[in-house]
């Protein structure tokens, strides 16, 4: 059975949920992707026939983050979007149910911190851009997503966060990022292999266990009040930073 959230298409798989972002070419954030899945993750949640939720992208794209091609936000959209972003990955986060994001391809900036929201990640093992640029686009980083970034990558985080870098998702620095590589032809029906797995551990168990595993993370999301969302959004009004987008919006071909 397949529900449509919008820009999130929700595909049922007996126990499995897939959630597939629905915006290509590539599956850009906007108010309206996340809201749709916050309120499919949180859906999720209430749903006792869920057992294990999956995270995935099509075409070359699992996300390429906030998009580069929409125009300026002003300051009541750009908070608007900050609330939503916290919103949709916390619920990730937060989901006592097994999570899995499928990273059927380039996984950039906030692309990569969704896929980093969920508990197990797979990817096909043909190579496919992955890197958190937001420092060389003149991004800030929600609080959310750094809190995100800092918990899953740990000691890798700062190399990747103020290198800035596009790395190949078969680049050694990057081998503890993904739990299986299977290959392109098989790579969705061994995602689902994986998912019904998890499906099948006892639901209370693994709540538990996820629960304390997620504690930190969530106490540093929660934590972030006014005014460090406030700071993060002034990243995005320096002039470096207008000057770095517009360069991006040009070779986009906005």
Known sequence: MTTAHGFVRGEHDDDVLVLRLNRP????????????LDAAV??????RTVRCVVVTGSGSFFSGGFDM???????????????????????LVALPKPTIAAVNGHAVAGGLILALACDHRVAPSLPFRVGLTEVAVGAGYPPAASAIAIDRLGAEAMGLMLGADLLWS????LSFLFRSRPEPATFEEE????????AALPAAGYAHAKAALVRDVLARIDGAGDEERAEALSVWTDPESDAARDEVRRSLGR
């Open 25 to 36: 070419p590539a599956h850009a954030f906007t108010t309206e992707l996340l809201a749709d």
């Open 42 to 47: 949180r859906g999720a949640a209430e749903d």
């Open 69 to 91: 091609k929409a125009p300026p936000r002003g300051p009541v959209e750009a908070l608007e979007m900050t609330n939503l972003y916290h919103s949709a990955h916390r619920s």
């Open 191 to 198: 995602t689902l292999v994986l998912a019904r797995k998890l």
């Open 170 to 173: 078969d680049d050694p620095r």
